[in-house]
């Protein structure tokens, strides 16, 4: 056993093994057996090697937010002769050349079925879809990186003359490698910069998707070329078998997989013969693929393409996506490292080629993507950030410079320069775009983004947030009680907050309410099916109501960022989710996920409108009762302020339902208590209208006309009780609040009292274990001080009010709360 080099009539070097087909596993140390002798063992260091050096790059390049597939390829370059590979213990005894055969062949294996997994994951019939738009970006992101190709090719020539691979040839695959887009990259970087959902991210995923399908041919023309280079007519037999292969997958092989699909009844997962035989054809499809002279990848990718969209491809991501994308492809990106030898890049003229050709490369595509959206009226930054997107590179680009190498299209010192190469512009991709485009605007004020300025007789819009199924009937029972009419109607988004997971990708899902029953995979979508199930239950049971399910997948850290743009997108007035903690058997509060408070704490920061923050301790379910039967006794305590005010006309909107009898308490502060001091929000500080003083009237006075304006209307509503109370400090409200005996209660609706520091709760905030919830709603949520009541927080958003184009003079305040009741329901009956 031994290896031997030498050098070929070409001047390229080449390398004998000779090694005993019989040494797979060792006898043992205790044999005098070297285990790294024998091929398992060594694999299994291999691939151990392999594993945790590319996991310690995405580790350390994590906080870049850059793609995994970057750490892979230069955990490949690590292990390769450009870092590690120069040690002479390290290359013979780790990485011998006689353990190549069984690297190549488990590599193969696991990029075969990795591409299938991306052609099971790519929906053909959004090609059918894409507008002109996104095909024009894609054409003309390809035409100007494939000619710097072109010139590259030229360049590189120069000193490799006595290549024997023809000019065309490499021209094609220095061509393709430049101008490819990597979509399954691509989509997780867009989910990584929360550009999936946004337009720029739609644009970007379909121009990339018709990219990566040109790519596909364009390699099946190379390879063919590469492959048959002396004779002519072997490469269109290649072209037309590869063409004929595909035309037998869509047409003969697809119908197969529907029938079998067909015969699994809903609600059963599928049996194991069924997902063997499609394992099976994916080894069939790539062997197939190879025996006709293109790649055994292009069989598995179209393969995977004909897989129908719903429980078979999920089914098979489930069960393959983990060990393949975890294992087995670190192996093809170990084995391009181990071809990359840096230090063949030799000469300033050649590291300066490298530079133009990234330079060039990346700039060819960002010009012809602004060109083109320049063209369609877009803006010089989505433009500019469409085209740095277009520039991300991946598995499909090394799959190019692989087959070229194996091919002898592309010698040592290209090979090594496109590997930077890609390296290069993926790593730029994500900073750059970052730099240029910045998503995030500020929410435009909307005067009504709150339940108070929403118009009486308009639709109102609300969103209401779920973790787990456990939330659903206390927040179907409060949309109930919202009292949705004819003249009002209510339009519901439910979101389910599902965790992003290492595997999955940050994305909003837009569930079809009316789908048939599908069979739940896993318990995520259990979950979602379950919480699907009963609000499309109560939109079917209750008129005047509109469900539209989502399911947002991101971080704990920044899921508050899919509902603020999914509430700035739907423009809704309010904003409900549950409270981080949950009621126990004995009737305690315990916490059930630390990161749902983080949630909703960064929720109230950032909302585009009101938000209410549900403490959850049941709310029964007497919603279709009699008209002359009270059902649900909600009680509201008004202190002043915004957020009081917005508790208030919630409340006031529940009070008009015929099952819901409404008590208000307002406690008022003693006169020679220190008066309640409103916190200013904004505005210049150097005019008088915004000093403190002038807002605390203004505050004053609004609360005073609302209070008005609400007991004038329910005057004569017996369903409707008002009282105040007069105290001094926290202690005394304490007690008034005790007074009203909690518990007879079904729901407190109260004001979070956001910027109002008021003496009736001086004190409380000392002891306030959730400062989110504000210092009554966190006393109510005390399981000290109520055991069975629901607390629904609530915080106005105040942006429209302080807006200076939008604030109300003190003369104006009679003029429009006068309009409010003019506009204000004339009956309390179901219209």
């Known amino acids: 056993m031994g290896d031997k080099q030498g050098v070929a009539a070409n001047g390229t070097s080449e390398a004998i093994v000779c090694y005993a087909p019989t040494m797979i596993t060792t006898n043992g140390v205790w044999q005098g057996d070297n285990p790294l002798d024998y091929s398992l063992p060594l694999f299994i260091l291999q691939l151990t090697l392999v594993v945790i050096t590319t996991r310690l790059l995405v580790f350390i390049l994590k906080p870049f937010r850059q793609p995994r ?39 193969n294996v696991g990029l075969l079925y990795f591409l299938f997994l991306v052609g099971v994951e790519m929906d053909v019939s959004v090609i059918k879809r894409t507008g002109k738009k996104a095909f024009v970006i894609a054409v003309a992101g390809m035409i100007l990186p494939f000619f710097t190709g072109l010139a590259f090719s030229f360049l590189m020539r120069k000193d490799s003359s006595s290549y024997a691979m023809n000019q065309g040839t490499f021209v094609l695959f220095l ?348 318990r995520t979508q259990a979950q979602s099916d379950h919480i699907i199930n009963a609000f499309e239950n109560y939109e079917q049971h209750t008129a005047f109501v509109s469900v539209q399910p989502l399911t947002a997948i991101s971080p704990y850290s920044t899921m508050h960022e899919d509902i603020c743009n999914l509430a700035e997108d739907k423009r809704v007035a309010c904003i409900i989710i549950p409270f981080h903690k949950q009621q126990t058997v004995d009737g305690g509060m315990e916490a059930t996920n630390p990161a749902f408070r983080l949630v909703n704490q960064n929720l109230l920061s950032n909302s585009p409108c009101s938000v209410g923050i549900l403490v959850d301790r049941g709310l029964n379910a007497t919603n279709r009762l009699a008209t002359n039967q009270l059902g649900h006794h909600v009680a509201v305590l008004f202190f002043g302020g915004p957020d009081d005010r917005e508790a208030l006309a919630y409340a006031w909107r529940m009070s008009e339902h015929p099952g819901v009898a409404l008590t208000v308490m307002r406690l008022n502060a003693a006169e020679d208590a220190a008066q309640p001091a409103i916190k200013q ?105 109520a055991a069975t009541v629901s607390v629904l927080v609530i915080q106005q958003y105040v942006g429209a009010e302080l807006q200076p184009e939008t604030m109300i003079s003190d003369d104006q305040d009679d003029q429009y709360f006068g309009l409010q009741l003019m506009n204000k329901r004339p009956s309390s009956t179901r219209q």
């Open 69 to 107: 597939v970057l750490s892979e390829i230069l955990g490949g370059v690590i292990l390769g002769p450009s870092v590690l590979g120069n040690v002479q213990f390290f290359a013979h005894t780790i990485f011998p050349l006689k353990s190549v055969m069984v690297l190549e062949t488990m590599a």
């Open 175 to 522: 061509g393709v490698a430049l101008s490819v887009t990597a979509f399954p990259v691509l989509a997780r970087v867009l989910a990584e910069l929360k550009l999936l959902n946004t337009e720029l991210g739609k644009i970007a995923m379909s121009s990339a998707l018709i990219n990566d399908i040109c790519a596909w041919i364009l390699l099946c023309f190379a390879i063919a070329l590469a492959e048959n280079d002396s004779t002519s007519m072997a490469s269109i037999w290649v072209i037309l078998a590869s063409a004929a292969f595909v035309f037998f997958c869509f047409y003969v092989v697809k119908p197969a997989i529907s029938w079998i699909i067909r015969r699994t009844p809903e609600g059963e997962t599928f049996s194991e013969f069924y997902i063997c035989l499609v394992l099976t054809g994916v080894m069939i499809s790539g062997f197939i693929t190879d025996a006709i002279g293109t790649h055994s990848v292009f069989g598995a990718f179209v393969f995977g393409l004909i897989i129908p969209n719903g429980p078979l491809g999920v089914t098979l991501i489930e069960k393959l996506e983990d060990f393949v994308s975890g294992l087995l492809l670190p192996l093809f990106f170990a084995m391009s490292g181990l071809k990359t030898n840096i230090g063949a890049i030799r000469g300033a003229n050649t590291w300066g080629l490298l530079v133009f050709v990234i330079l060039l490369g990346s700039a060819g595509k960002v010009a012809g993507t602004v060109l083109v959206t320049t063209c369609y009226q877009m803006p010089i930054r989505e433009g500019l950030a469409l085209g740095l997107l277009m520039n991300t590179k991946g598995l499909i680009e090394m799959i190019i410079l692989n087959v070229g190498k194996d091919q002898r299209v592309l010698d040592e010192e290209s090979f090594a320069i496109m590997v930077i190469v890609a390296v290069v512009m993926t790593a730029l991709v994500t900073p750059f775009v970052t730099a240029v485009y910045r998503p995030a605007k500020k929410f435009i004020p909307y005067k009504r983004r709150t339940i108070q300025r929403s118009k009486p007789d308009a639709e109102l819009r609300v969103l209401v947030c779920v973790h787990t199924p456990r939330n659903v009937p206390t927040i179907i029972n409060l949309l109930e009680v919202s009292y949705p009419t004819k003249r009002s109607p209510m339009c519901v988004y439910v979101l389910h907050l599902v965790e992003l997971t290492g595997r999955a990708s940050a994305m909003l899902i837009v569930h079809n309410t009316r789908k048939s029953g599908r069979p739940a995979l896993n």
């Open 681 to 785: 929000y904004g505005g210049d500080h150097n005019d008088p209208k915004n000093t403190v003083e002038s807002q605390d009237k203004r505050e004053k006075k609004m609360d005073e006309n609302y209070i008005n304006e609400f007991r004038t209307y329910n005057a004569n509503d017996e369903s409707v009780f008002y009282s105040e109370r007069v105290v001094n400090n926290g202690e005394e409200t304490v007690a008034a609040i005790r007074a009203m005996d909690i518990n007879a209660y079904d729901l407190f609706v109260v004001g979070r009292g956001e910027g109002v520091i008021s003496p009736l709760t001086a004190g409380l905030t000392d002891w306030s274990e959730c400062p989110e919830l504000g210092a009554i709603g966190d006393l109510l949520a005390s399981s000290d001080f």
